[in-house]
Antibody, heavy 116, light 108 residues
């Protein structure tokens, strides 16, 4: 079955970077865009960007331009999202989601806590 | 940037019909997708492409989209339907994903 498994929770200090992984299984990794969505505590869903696992091409939300980098390693069917210069308001659950046009499969989420 | 507007909350008694709206400029020209999210869980797709249901989603969940409003309709609401619901579109003019602010469905 299609599955996305994300890396574990992280605690970071302000100004640091975090890299979250998302390992795909049960389908052809290069056949579907992978998107990243985050959710701050008690807040709604926020689209961060996407990567084409086949070409490596990316689109990022303007809000994160310059701070986010999405990459992939096709040999291990894994997508990555790295967010730099972390601030306290980056504290959130970060999700990867497979996108055949809509998000039909989501990772379990990775809690990133930014605190001094 | 494209904006989707949802009511913050909707309340309905068990067995009744809940309707959750999602407003956007000419949203009828876009494909709208809906997600259900229960506390502490990842979102789950309940309707895609305006009105299609993924396998495993009950027929009680349906969608429509026209003009400036898309609607998720949940018939014969059950206690287990209590959750946050989000609409989502792809804004092709900016190549960005867009989510509505979410609607908390309360089953009275």
């Amino acid at each position: 079955q299609v599955q996305l498994v994300q890396s574990g929770a992280e605690v970071k200090k302000p100004g640091a970077s975090v890299k979250v992984s998302c390992k795909a299984s049960g389908y052809t990794f290069t056949g579907y865009y992978m998107h990243w969505v985050r959710q701050a505590p008690g807040q709604g869903l926020e689209w961060m960007g996407r990567i084409n696992p086949n070409s490596g091409g990316t689109n990022y939300a303007q809000k994160f331009q310059g701070r986010v980098t999405m990459t992939r390693d096709t040999s291990i069917s894994t997508a990555y999202m790295e967010l730099s210069r972390l601030r306290s308001d980056d504290t959130a659950v970060y999700y990867c989601a497979r996108a055949p046009g809509w998000y039909d499969c989501w990772g379990q989420g990775t809690l990133v806590t930014v605190s001094s | 940037s494209y904006v989707l507007t949802q009511p913050p909350s909707v309340s309905v008694a068990p067995g009744q019909t809940a309707r959750i709206t999602c407003g956007g400029n000419n949203i009828g020209s876009k494909s709208v997708h809906w997600y259900q999210q229960k506390p502490g869980q990842a979102p789950v797709l309940v309707v895609y492409d305006d009105s299609d249901r993924p396998s495993g989603i009950p027929e009680r969940f349906s969608g429509s989209n026209s003009g400036n409003t898309a609607t998720l309709t949940i018939s014969r609401v059950e206690a287990g339907d209590e959750a946050d619901y989000y609409c989502q579109v792809w804004d092709s003019s900016s190549d960005h994903g867009v989510f509505g602010g979410g609607t908390k469905l309360t089953v009275l």
